[in-house]
């Protein structure tokens, strides 16, 4: 990587920009954020967020490594709060003042000659103006939930001019646009199912449509263990066969393969027992230990309650048309509905970067090239971050912005370009024939999340400090951010030795001089 770098662009300003302009300012470089939203957050800005909206994680696994959550928060923070957390963060490491927020990226062009980079075209969207600036490296930063999927379904027009709304779920705002109304809500994602049961109490009714019914996860397993104890554990992600096997990992898939089955069995069927799946009809046709990508969610409070008692109506059909009074399904039967609801998730794309990279990158399915998910071998002084999202995603976005840190400085020891993306290659189909991530998106690390971490780990030179019994805890407990910080604080360390004895040797050739 060339040396010469100094001034940094950072295309978006979620959990991922804010990580990545910590870490890039405190190895001193010069940052500029570009937000096109009014507010810093990315999907947990206030325009973009639904009603009922919480984390999917407990407080403690979804904080930064050296910012925990306020012990006041409860253990499943809502919106608000997330909003305030991060502007809290950005505010005393100072990025908010690196911010440009209402301004769009619409054209990123690389800058040849003796200092190659980046000629990066914004728009302001308060003054709607344009202008360019010089950079010498560039970090995506725009999530992958960045661009709203909805599907065009003839009819649509008709009904809108009869007084129906047609929304996605970042438009859901608040209760009042469907308070006492006929609604339909597409979808049995987090945002489709967070937002049925939320409106249930306050709609005339609410019926949900969906393909197919998935795995959802209580946040208390019997009411007792919170989640973070069965899946976000080392042990509970070693009883998934990774692409390579070692150690103890070997032992479970092959000779353990009994305990294996067991562990996952024993979860399935608590699961179904908890939430009635089979008195509901709500039971997904895979099994959980199949079913686990980063569209796994834990269930809202009180969704499969509704669904038995019948509050909330389900189908498992699809929209085939719009008409003046509601909606036509893929059965034939006739809804009618006030407002319809997409809960149909998002698409990832980068439309600012030249069709020639734009080519390198995505492929016919959507699935985002990029070795260890964070750069292209043949795209230099391009980063991304986010693009590995995991069940921690704020930790995998800051020890991939830890990474892309070291990188830019020439710090890394990596494999050729040609032997980078062989490697990247073959994780990307070894995904797509053994663990396709749902949205097909190909930024999805789950449910190999430590795995990612480990590979970004090693590839930094680091070692874990950790051993013996402390070590056994390590890989039995939940995550816990905090004690990833052993990364930082060897690499400053080296980083210090490495000044310390360049100022010897040129100390040594002064005194032979």
């Known amino acids: 990587m060339n040396t010469k770098i100094h001034h940094i662009c950072i295309i978006g300003a979620g959990i991922s920009g804010l990580v990545a302009a910590k870490t890039l300012m405190e190895e001193g470089y010069e940052v500029t954020v570009f937000e096109k939203q009014k507010g810093l957050g990315g999907v947990w800005e206030s325009s973009r967020t639904y009603v009922g909206l919480t984390t999917q994680n407990p407080r403690d696994t979804y904080a930064f490594t050296d910012y925990p959550m306020p012990a006041s928060y409860p253990e499943w923070p809502n919106a608000e709060q997330m909003q305030n957390y991060l502007k809290s963060y950005a505010q005393d490491f100072g990025i908010v003042e690196k911010i440009q927020f209402q301004t769009e990226v619409i054209q990123v062009e690389r800058k040849t000659g003796v200092q190659p980079g980046w000629i990066v075209s914004i728009q302001s969207n308060d003054q709607n103006t344009q202008n360019k600036y010089e950079f010498d490296f560039v970090l995506v930063c725009n999530g992958i939930f960045n661009i709203p999927k909805m599907p065009l379904l003839a009819g649509q027009d008709e009904f809108i001019a009869s007084g129906g709304e047609v929304l996605h779920s970042t438009e859901l705002n608040d209760s009042s646009q469907v308070e006492g109304k006929r609604i339909i809500v597409v979808g049995f994602g987090r945002s489709a199912t967070d937002i049925a049961t939320h409106i249930v109490p306050q709609v005339k009714e609410c019926t949900l449509l969906f393909r197919h019914s998935l795995w959802k996860m209580p946040k208390y397993l019997l009411g007792l263990v919170n989640i973070k104890y069965v899946l976000l554990t080392r042990f509970a992600e070693a009883c998934f066969p990774y692409r390579h096997l070692q150690g103890i990992e070997w032992a479970l898939h092959t000779i353990g393969k009994p305990l294996v ?9 608590l699961v179904r027992l908890q939430f009635g799946l089979d008195t509901c009809g709500m039971l997904p046709d895979k099994p ?19 669904l038995a008692s019948g509050k909330l109506k389900a189908k498992k059909t699809a929209i085939a048309r719009f008409n003046s009074d509601g909606v036509e399904l ?41 070795y260890r998910n964070l750069i292209h071998p043949d795209i230099p002084q391009l980063g991304f971050v986010g693009y590995n999202s995991s069940f921690f995603s704020q930790l995998t976005s800051e020890i991939g912005s830890w990474w892309l840190a070291e990188y830019v400085k020439g710090n890394l020891l990596l494999p050729s370009n040609a032997e980078m993306i062989q490697d990247m290659e073959a994780e990307i189909y070894w995904r797509q024939t053994k663990w396709p991530p749902a949205g097909g998106s190909g930024g999805c690390t789950s449910p190999f999340n430590f795995h990612h971490l480990e590979q970004l780990i090693q590839d930094m030179g680091v070692k874990n400090p950790t051993s013996g019994w402390e070590r056994i805890a390590e890989v039995m407990m939940p995550l816990n951010p905090s004690t990833y ?6 690499l400053r360390g080296k980083r210090l030795s490495s000044a310390n004895n360049s100022e010897i040797a040129e100390s040594a050739e002064v005194e032979v001089g």
């Open 261 to 269: 089955w067991a562990f996952w069995k024993l979860n399935e069927i």
């Open 288 to 306: 959980l230990y199949e079913s686990v990508n980063c569209s796994s969610a834990v269930a809202p409070t009180n969704f499969y309650k509704y």
């Open 330 to 370: 893929e059965n034939g039967q006739q809804l009618h509905a006030d407002v319809v609801i997409f809960g149909t998730g998002f698409r990832q794309d980068v439309p600012f970067l030249p069709e020639k990279y734009r080519q390198m990158l995505i492929d016919d399915q959507g699935y985002f090239h990029l």
């Open 485 to 490: 910080q052993y990364i930082r604080k060897e």
